[in-house]
């Protein structure tokens, strides 16, 4: 005669599977997190130091300060913002962090912001500061040549796809969205502002040459 398992023992048994289905959840949101918060953290430590960096090889030590790393208040707020929404999701809703191709295409944009505002920094060398220039220098030139032959501020094309791809790589919908919309608009009053000093310091050659070559910003002339 067959036996079968008592209604106690089928309880039991459920209980340990929902229990190891419980564990492994847990754990599959650990091993992302510790992936996506990793990739985050290295990003944000290569982009401000090698900022700090280059600028220290381009202008010399004396001439640097800490304004170089680009930390400022609200980019602490910003962040800070970033990882609570990422907590709050990992916790509650981890399947929106389960989505590697996007996380991965957040990596991607990370790197290609970052090489994009590297080569802008190198190619420009004594000619790009952080801060706008407001008096013409003997060392500041106009630079067409290199990445600037495609954009007029590729640094800035470089800043926006990478502060956007940190968010991307997090799976921060709400992040991202207002990333985007924040940086976007920093830029959307800082290029023209810029640009009237360099229209002063160039003239028309700088006229011509903002005529033929886009921003590098999205929807910004």
Same mark, same amino acid.
Request: aromatic share 16%.
């Given at each position: 005669?067959?036996?079968?398992? *008592?209604?106690?023992?089928?309880?039991?048994?459920?209980?340990?599977?929902?229990?190891?289905?419980?564990?492994?959840?847990?754990?599959?949101?650990?091993?992302?997190?510790?992936?996506?918060?990793?990739?985050?953290?290295?990003?944000?430590?290569?982009?401000?130091?090698?900022?700090?960096?280059?600028?220290?090889?381009?202008?010399?030590?004396?001439?640097?300060?800490?304004?170089?790393?680009?930390?400022?208040?609200?980019?602490?707020?910003?962040?800070? *913002?970033?990882?609570?929404?990422?907590?709050?999701?990992?916790?509650?809703?981890?399947?929106?962090?389960?989505?590697?191709?996007?996380?991965?295409?957040?990596?991607?944009? /990370?790197?290609?912001?970052?090489?994009?505002?590297?080569?802008?920094?190198?190619?420009?060398?004594? *000619?790009?500061?952080?801060?706008?220039?407001?008096?013409?220098?003997?060392?500041?030139?106009?630079?067409?040549?290199?990445?600037?032959?495609?954009?007029?501020?590729?640094?800035?094309?470089?800043?926006?796809?990478?502060?956007?791809?940190?968010?991307?790589?997090?799976?921060?919908?709400?992040?991202?969205? /207002?990333?985007?919309?924040?940086?976007?608009?920093?830029?959307?009053?800082?290029?023209?502002?810029?640009?009237?000093?360099?229209?002063?310091?160039?003239?028309?050659?700088?006229?011509?040459?903002?005529?033929? /070559?886009?921003?590098?910003?999205?929807?910004?002339?």
């Amino acid at each position: 005669m067959r036996a079968f398992p *008592s209604p106690s023992a089928n309880v039991i048994l459920e209980a340990f599977l929902n229990q190891f289905r419980s564990i492994s959840g847990i754990e599959i949101a650990v091993i992302i997190a510790c992936r996506q918060l990793s990739q985050m953290f290295l990003a944000v430590i290569f982009f401000h130091s090698s900022e700090y960096v280059l600028a220290v090889a381009v202008h010399g030590r004396s001439k640097v300060n800490l304004q170089s790393l680009l930390i400022s208040k609200y980019y602490i707020i910003a962040m800070v *913002s970033s990882l609570l929404e990422y907590f709050i999701e990992i916790i509650f809703f981890s399947g929106l962090k389960e989505y590697w191709w996007i996380s991965n295409f957040g990596l991607l944009m /990370v790197i290609i912001g970052e090489i994009i505002r590297k080569m802008a920094i190198i190619t420009a060398g004594q *000619s790009f500061t952080h801060l706008i220039k407001v008096h013409h220098e003997e060392s500041h030139k106009l630079i067409t040549h290199g990445v600037y032959r495609f954009m007029r501020h590729p640094s800035y094309c470089g800043f926006f796809v990478w502060s956007v791809g940190t968010q991307v790589m997090l799976c921060n919908p709400l992040s991202t969205i /207002v990333f985007a919309l924040v940086v976007w608009r920093f830029f959307a009053k800082r290029i023209p502002y810029e640009e009237y000093f360099l229209r002063r310091f160039f003239g028309s050659e700088y006229e011509i040459y903002a005529q033929y /070559v886009p921003s590098g910003v999205p929807f910004v002339k």
